[in-house]
């Protein structure tokens, strides 16, 4: 993975160890890439960059805004001569670990009827974010969930308890028709649902419960379910299909939850907006750690089937490392 750094950024604050000047020579796959929807992903950042009083930082290391906003005025028609007259590339050290995600479309209904018995639930009224960084430059970017208890911070309800109690404090946004279904977009962060009057709408990250988030292929694995070369979403998409009696305590055993907020469809090319605050871009945008990467920066991955430029727009909790990132496929 390499990040193409603005020309004229300072990076003395970056531990040196991390980073190597590189070429673009060296990004394999780089001249037959197809750039243009990192580039249009780019022009959307710049939206966000322009707002921005020209002297706040961006990030640790990554310049001003004023940096940002001359590069992105300097945008042209031509994407690989773009980046190649304005920014260097730079190799990033360490293990690289590249995943995906996407926008998955759930059935749903206003009225709770027939297969339509799972509540999807909008952001609790007595749920709290707590930004760590507010208190301790060491935690930036990093965030905690829970509820008051008389003048304590507890942890919420888990998912099992949601799932058993409800929630009194959650507005029920709709009913889905299936449980996997709703708990794989959970999973995703943001989707879109198609309503039995045949209306659909766009289901956006809202919250979370705060609880740490445990992937249920190593839960199939542990308990034998499913061998590890076969585990894939697919395989644990049907095995939850298959044992609708087991299914439950399985989803369950991943204790993070996730409220939603609806939105209007809008541009169905695109998914719903990132950390950032721009819509992703299929293949141009990508979520990565904020404490060790920059919202908007652009960075080459080569990583077999994917050998293209992303933009970081975007973060999830479980995306940790300099060298990791999450690709965001579209719907």
């Not at 930082?57 to 001359?70: C, P, S």
């Amino acid at each position: 993975a390499l990040v193409l750094a603005a020309r004229g950024w300072g990076w003395l604050s970056r531990p040196a160890a991390l980073l190597t000047e590189a070429r673009f020579s060296d990004l394999p796959g780089w001249q037959t890439a197809d750039l243009g929807p990192a580039h249009a992903a780019f022009r959307r950042s710049c939206t966000v960059l322009a707002e921005k009083p020209p002297s706040e930082m961006i990030g640790d290391y990554a310049g001003t805004a004023a940096d940002w906003q001359k590069v992105c005025a300097r945008d042209t028609g031509d994407a690989r001569g773009f980046f190649e007259k304005n920014f260097t590339p730079y190799a990033i050290g360490g293990e690289g670990l590249f995943t995906g995600y996407y926008e998955p479309e759930i059935q749903g209904s206003r009225n709770r009827h027939g297969a339509y018995q799972t509540p999807v639930y909008a952001l609790p009224a007595d749920l709290i974010r707590v930004d760590l960084g507010q208190f301790a430059p060491q935690y930036k970017s990093e965030h905690i969930s829970g509820r008051l208890s008389g003048q304590k911070l507890v942890p919420y309800a888990t998912r099992a308890e949601i799932d058993a109690k409800g929630l009194s404090t959650a507005r029920i946004l709709f009913w889905c028709d299936d449980p996997v279904a709703l708990f794989f977009l959970q999973i995703q962060g943001s989707g879109r649902v198609r309503f039995d009057d045949g209306s659909s709408a766009r289901i956006a990250y809202a919250g979370e419960n705060g609880r740490s988030y445990t992937a249920i292929g190593r839960v199939l694995l542990a308990d034998k379910q499913l061998a590890k070369e076969k585990i894939s979403l697919a395989t644990i998409r049907a095995w939850l299909k298959a044992h609708p009696k087991l299914a439950q305590g399985v989803m369950e055993a991943n204790q993070s939850f996730i409220f939603f907020q609806e939105t209007v469809l809008g541009d169905t090319a695109l998914g719903s907006p990132g950390t950032q605050g721009v819509r992703l871009t299929p293949l141009g945008s990508m979520a990565v750690a904020q404490r060790k990467n920059v919202l908007g920066a652009p960075y080459y991955v080569a990583a077999d089937p994917v050998r293209t430029l992303l933009i970081a727009q975007d973060t999830r909790g479980a995306i940790r490392g300099a060298a990791r990132g999450h690709i965001f496929f579209g719907f």
